[in-house]
């Protein structure tokens, strides 16, 4: 007994309307439907599990939510480094004109300026005079590239063209209105669709 007045008191009823609509009913009793406490405990029961549900969508949810933030917040951090390294590796002392495509060899001096080079410690062999820092390579975009990324950056590239030379395929060989989802039709059945006039 004590279990169903604990259900009863966390499940919410329809308060009951002795006239409804406007209509006085004989009586109350008969058209509302009496339950007994068995009812009441499942229904208490089927609440409290849906309260489980609902906080475990919620749950599940936010923990998405917390993954892409964690996920941007990395994409962020990445930006910032690669825009410090490009940054430092423009500001970097060079007696040639950088560009694009080609590999440069950053090495430093003794006296702590670090400058950019065409020719590789290989090159320079023991007779290497300064202590090199890295290989990178100038992209169109003005970016660098790490030479240990060179091979990841070329095949995101060449897809990026592979992409982009299939899309110059379909549209050069569809008209505007094929590429927009539209039918072709001829000009005898646009006249014929506007005048209402068949052609014979």
């Known amino acids: 007994m004590m279990e169903s007045n604990n259900c009863a008191m966390l499940v919410s ?26 009812d009441l405990v499942e229904l208490a029961r089927a609440v409290q599990k849906a309260d489980e549900f609902t ?6 949810k936010l923990k998405v939510i ?33 560009r ?3 590999m440069y060899y950053l090495y430093e ?34 970016s660098w590239t790490p030479i240990t990324e060179i091979e990841n950056r070329d095949q995101e590239n060449a897809l990026i ?15 505007t209105a094929e590429i927009l989802g539209f039918k072709q039709i001829s000009n005898k059945t646009l006249i014929s669709d506007v005048t209402g006039e068949e052609d014979s």
């Open 100 to 102: 694009p495509g080609t």
């Open 55 to 60: 906080k475990a969508n919620a749950g599940s």
């Open 161 to 175: 063209d592979k992409i982009f030379t299939t899309q110059q395929a379909i549209t050069s060989s569809s008209s």
């Open 13 to 38: 009823l329809v308060e009951p309307n002795s006239c409804p609509l406007g209509v006085q009913l004989v009586n109350c009793q008969r058209t509302n439907k009496t339950s007994d406490s068995s």
């Open 66 to 98: 917390a993954d892409q933030i964690r996920h941007l917040q990395n994409q962020a951090r990445k930006v910032l480094e690669e825009a410090k390294r490009n940054a430092s590796l423009h500001h970097a002392a060079c007696n040639l004109v950088k």
């Open 109 to 142: 001096r003794e006296s702590g300026q670090s400058y950019l080079s065409i020719l590789s410690p290989q090159e320079w062999g023991s007779a290497c005079p300064h202590n090199f820092l890295g290989a990178y390579r100038l992209e169109y975009d003005q």
